[in-house]
């Protein structure tokens, strides 16, 4: 068993054990980052989504020794509940959660289709999101907070 | 002031959009280890031995049997009849025989592998029609768990006279609530009380649970509910029997022990919704009035009889549709099985019924030549009328205004004409259709269910000045939390932040009874008001007003508790004394009122491969009243695409008993891409027991989809295809089996 490193929302963070390790498992249990969840543990659900420099995966398929060395960001790394990102807001005012448990890998999802420089149009945020499944939302107000986040930044960006 | 009606933030939502709320396997319990389940692999078997690998080190691991079991081996429902742990026999697929438990998971899993189960096979009873005929006696001498009779004027007679009589078989399939938290549970010891923690619907059940298998009284019992990854009813009665292994496992370990389903085994163990064949033989004159409505219902319960009574009977109220008829006759059975027992699944029984009766109007549309719309507008519920247990209608029916916004909004009469000529083309790609629904669905327990749970609700002010709701309701997405402190801080006339919610924990909260049947709202709800009254009454007589500040409301709580640290304002409900129930006669005012919902669905149906795109979906849904009108849109669209799910999708294949796609990879549940647009009307008529006139919403969003889309998939293929879900390989076959009968 080595030790190997990756860097975890910004921090450098060392992982001692078997390079198979699920990443999930080392983010949750290792990490202490329980925002990362589990939904069925086969790549199907995608509530386990990070990403991995910058692209979004399933951290249930991962083995650990896939990301050393590499950039990992998790929910944990947008904002707080005091200050939430504006994609966090957009989920606020148009009630993008509801029991929540789909809500991280959501995020991580839209998160990277924006920043990544995706289409804010209804049809291209609802591919980018068709790897994660919300059994509560039916997933229009989800659609909506990403679209409202993302109309949000355009228009804060156009009064600069 | 005023936070009714408005779309307020949700109360957990920033701790929900940072991944700091906490799950329960989320939940840092220090020494806690992993529970898993020895589970049966035949339906119907004698267990011969259960024999333990003697190369295994057992030693490092806790097993535990139904000996081990202090009190009755027995899951407190409706019935004593499931057992915590097989003892002798099982009796279906995935029964649970013996746990075992371990620091690690990993570890605790590959234990499972070193455990063998003998049995001697016994003949199994798989299908409804083979519980019915008797092959083999599961429950009591007919298999039949429970059955009703409904009846109203004289259905053969009416029959005999009817212009038309027109019969239709109708099937639905079981369901899987596919929440994406799995079940989860932790137990452990605390000074002498026994403390679980879940991912859980309904803690008291556990309680009441708790208490007879370990022999404990329910003070020593303390169970409190974390934050709930989705529900669906699929968290309504499991969980007690989790909670029972995980807290067997932890007594016996001495230390926490949590048990956490990974999704197979969650949804090839766990209950489902009750597959149903439903019956009808209707009555009607030429010009489509209903005379008679004979229908009969069997649904297939499992292996035990969990809460398949009361999915019968929610089901049985509903079988008629919201329809007026003069002469009613329903029927309906719940039978064993040796499958895993179903249970709740949004809806609870009325899904099942609502589809047949619906999807009949069609076959009789065909028959009379009449429009299904015309009829169903024709026999429509309305103020006034007549239910199958002879309810009257007094306030609040919707149906028709939805029925209108729907019709309205989707240009109902201009699509159909559009896709009659689109599918007359043969040049055309694919076919095209719409469909309509409309149905009722009530809110509450059924009839003397609410005096029987006598449920409790309150609002406590400490004298710190806080303001608590205590109540037993979970959130579980559907926003809860939000809504109470509106009720409550709306009925105060204090701002909103003023309101906190306490967490459903046993031995903090009021036993305000289970949080399924649409009640939570409508009936908890309206506990928390009435508590808020007093209180604001307390305040006004003792502090001469509702403080205004939150300096004054700390003086006005100082003098409110004097000494005690706080002081609790609860109530119990109280029956409307306009509804009576009889419940050996089934006859009376089946719920105290109903919700109304109608349902557009347009598709497109590829000629080469049947594959259906849900084009466009329009609702409206009259719930009394929107508390938070974001949130009732947001359970309405998502309980729709569940019911589009289940028309479309979603089948558990079983073979020998047990489901053998319960994976998300081969049971499919929609997605992003799967899910129509929207267009969603709250149509709000005020029932005036309801809080701010509230009624109930959960529920009723599953009932409309199903019978709309098998409408819509007639009138694209010309084809009635009276079982869902409407596969590709089914649809097909339908269509396979026209074209042969029409060279034959
Ligand atoms: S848990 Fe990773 S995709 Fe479902
Ligand atoms: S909010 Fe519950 S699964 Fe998406």
């Known amino acids: 068993m080595g030790a190997l490193t990756l860097t975890v929302n910004g921090r450098r963070r060392t992982y001692r054990g078997a390079a198979f390790t699920r990443l999930i498992d080392v983010l949750r249990e290792d ?35 896939q990301a050393a060395g590499r950039r990992v960001e998790t929910v944990e790394s947008l904002g707080s ?36 420089g995706g289409k804010a149009d209804d049809a291209s945020v609802r591919t980018a999101l068709s790897g994660n499944l919300c059994r509560c939302t039916g997933y229009q107000h989800i659609v909506d907070s990403v679209l409202a986040a993302a109309r949000g930044k355009k228009k804060k960006a156009s009064r600069k | 002031m005023r936070s009714v009606g408005k779309n307020v933030s949700r109360r957990e939502g920033p701790e929900k959009l940072t991944g700091r709320a906490v799950y329960l396997d989320d939940l840092d319990i220090p020494g806690c280890w992993h529970g898993v389940t020895v589970r049966s692999s035949v339906p119907h078997g004698r267990i011969k031995a259960v024999k333990f690998d003697p190369a295994f080190p057992w030693s490092d691991y806790v097993v535990v ?23 002798g026999l099982v009796r279906h697929r995935e029964e649970p025989i013996a746990l075992i438990a371990h620091a690690d998971r990993a570890k605790a899993y590959e234990a499972l592998k070193h455990v063998t189960v003998e049995y001697e096979k016994l003949p199994s009873v798989l299908t409804i029609a083979d519980a019915l005929a008797v092959k083999e006696k599961i429950y009591k001498d007919d298999n039949v768990f429970k059955s009703f009779l409904i009846r109203k004027g004289d259905v053969d007679q009416a029959l005999a006279s009817a212009d038309v009589v027109i019969e239709g078989e109708y099937r639905v399939p079981h369901q899987e609530q ?71 496992l932890a007594l016996k370990a001495r230390r926490p022990v949590k048990i956490v389903y990974d999704r197979h085994e969650d949804m090839a163990a766990t209950t489902k919704r009750h597959p149903a064949v439903v019956r009808h033989r209707t009555g009607l004159t030429r010009d489509g009035r209903l005379v008679a409505q004979d229908v009969d219902v069997v649904m297939d319960g499992g292996a035990y009889a969990t809460l398949s009574a009361v999915v019968l009977s929610r089901g049985t109220l ?46 009789i ?80 327990f059924t009839g003397s269910g609410e005096v029987y749970l006598a449920s409790r609700a309150g609002v406590a002010l400490t004298r710190a000045g806080a303001l608590v709701v205590l109540a037993a309701s979970t959130e579980i997405g559907q926003g809860t939390n939000t809504m109470f402190a509106q009720v409550a801080s709306d ?5 909103l932040d003023w309101l906190e919610v306490e967490t459903p924990d046993t031995h903090k909260v009021p036993d305000s009874g289970p949080t399924v049947a649409s009640r939570t709202c409508m009936v908890v709800g309206g506990l928390v008001r009435r508590a808020a009254l007093d209180l604001k009454a307390a305040f006004e007589s003792e502090h001469g007003r509702v403080p205004r500040t939150r300096a004054e409301l700390k003086k006005a709580a100082a003098a409110l508790c004097g000494a005690k640290p706080a002081r609790r304002f609860e109530v119990q409900y109280e029956k409307p004394s306009e509804v009576t129930w009889n419940d050996a006669t089934y006859q009376g005012d089946a719920y105290g009122v109903y919700s109304y919902a109608a349902f557009a669905v347009e598709l497109e149906i590829d000629r080469a491969t049947a594959e259906t795109k849900v084009l466009r979906v329009t609702t409206a849904q009259d719930i009394g009243k929107a508390i938070h009108p974001l949130f009732a849109e947001g359970q309405i669209i998502g309980g729709c695409l569940q019911g589009l799910g289940w028309a479309l999708l979603e089948e558990p294949v079983y073979n020998d008993g047990v489901m053998v796609n319960s994976q998300l990879t081969n049971y499919v549940i929609p997605t992003s891409l799967d899910a129509p647009p929207f267009d969603v009307t709250v149509v709000e008529k005020p029932y005036s027991r309801g809080p701010f006139g509230a009624k ?49």
């Open chain 1, 31 to 65: 990490f202490r980052l329980t925002g990362t969840k589990e939904g069925c543990g086969e790549g199907e659900c995608g509530a386990c989504t990070v990403l991995l420099d910058g692209a979004p995966v399933n951290s249930c398929l991962i083995p650990v020794g």
């Open chain 2, 318 to 363: 509903h079988a008629a549709g919201a329809y007026e008829c003069p002469n009613v006759r329903v029927r309906s059975r719940v039978v064993a099985t040796h499958t895993p027992p179903n249970g709740a699944f949004r809806g609870f029984g009325a899904p099942q019924t609502l589809f047949a009766a619906e999807l009949h109007w069609e076959k």
């Open chain 2, 65 to 87: 049997t139904a000996a081990d079991i202090p009190g009755r081996n027995v899951v407190t429902l409706i019935e004593p009849d499931q057992p915590l742990l097989a003892e």
């Open chain 2, 491 to 495: 009925t105060l006339g204090v701002p």
């Open chain 2, 696 to 744: 109930g919403v959960g529920e009723l969003p599953m009932d409309v989809p199903a019978p709309a889309v098998a409408a819509a998939v007639k009138h694209a293929t010309g084809r009635l295809i009276a079982t869902i879900p409407l596969t590709p390989e089914r649809i097909t076959a339908a269509l396979a089996a026209d074209a042969e009968a029409a060279r034959v």
């Open chain 1, 81 to 116: 509940p005091e200050k939430l990102s504006k994609l966090q807001q957009g989920f606020l005012d148009c009630a993008g959660a509801q029991c929540g448990i789909c809500t991280p890998g959501m995020l991580m999802s839209a998160h990277a289709h924006l920043k990544s």
């Open chain 2, 365 to 444: 549309a065909d028959v009379l030549g009449i429009d299904s719309l015309a009829l169903k507008r024709k026999n429509l519920f309305k103020i006034g009328s007549i239910t199958a247990t002879g309810q009257v209608l007094r306030e609040s029916v919707g149906a028709k205004s939805c029925l209108d916004v729907v019709v309205r909004r989707s240009k109902y009469a201009q699509r159909r004409k559009e896709y009659d000529r689109w599918n007359a083309d043969p040049k055309k790609p694919s076919w095209k259709g719409i469909g309509v629904s409309v149905c009722h669905h009530g809110a509450g």
């Open chain 2, 178 to 248: 596919a929440y994406i938290e799995n079940n989860a549970v932790a137990a452990w010891e605390e000074d002498g009380v026994l403390v679980v923690r879940g991912s859980l619907q309904c803690p008291f059940y556990v309680v009441k649970a708790l208490k007879v298998l370990l022999g404990r009284d329910e003070s020593k019992v303390r169970v409190s509910q974390t934050v709930t990854g989705g529900g669906f009813g699929g968290k309504e009665e499991y969980p007690s029997m989790i909670a029972g292994h995980a807290a067997l």
